[in-house]
């Protein structure tokens, strides 16, 4: 019995010390793959910016689609409370950021290396609850340049 009770308890010991380690493994993932769906759109923008011709329309303007993978909570990754491109949401106007929130408050703002200037016309695009979500990215040609507006798909 004193067998079985010291075996318990060294257990639950060794999970207690393990498990912020995994916590930040989770959270490590997480990022991970957000900063590759990064990387994914300023290749997109690149693209579009350095293949292609502005338009002064939308619905003519060339576009490209980027597929945003948003993790599930699970013993693997951390959850994500939202992600959002063109700043934080709730802000007004549009900066070259991908923002995202791990579940528990961890917030970065990742700075998109862009050549064009990105807009968003209803604010930042915000994505919540996981799995996966297309945007597209339009290049325009506005008086003051080409820019890349970027919105759902």
Not at 1 to 7: D, K, S
Not at 62 to 79: I, K, N
Not at 81 to 92: C, I, L, Q, T
């Amino acid at each position: 019995m004193i067998r079985l009770l010291l075996a318990a308890t060294l257990a639950a010991a060794l999970l207690a010390a393990a498990l912020p380690a995994v916590e930040d493994a989770r959270a490590d993932r997480a990022a991970t793959n957000l900063d590759a769906d990064a990387e994914r759109m300023v290749r997109a923008v690149e693209s579009l910016a350095y293949g292609d011709d502005p338009t002064l329309s939308l619905s003519t303007a060339p576009r490209r689609t980027v597929r945003v993978s948003v993790p599930a909570r699970s013993w693997t990754a951390a959850g994500v409370s939202y992600v959002a491109v063109g700043g934080k949401p709730g802000e007004r106007g549009s900066r070259p950021v991908l923002t995202y929130a791990l579940s528990g408050g961890r917030e970065t703002v990742r700075r998109l290396s862009l050549p064009v200037p990105l807009r968003t016309p209803d604010g930042p695009v915000v994505l919540r609850g996981s799995g996966s979500h297309a945007l597209s990215f339009s290049l325009l040609s506005r008086p003051e340049g080409p820019v890349v507006v970027v919105r759902r798909a």
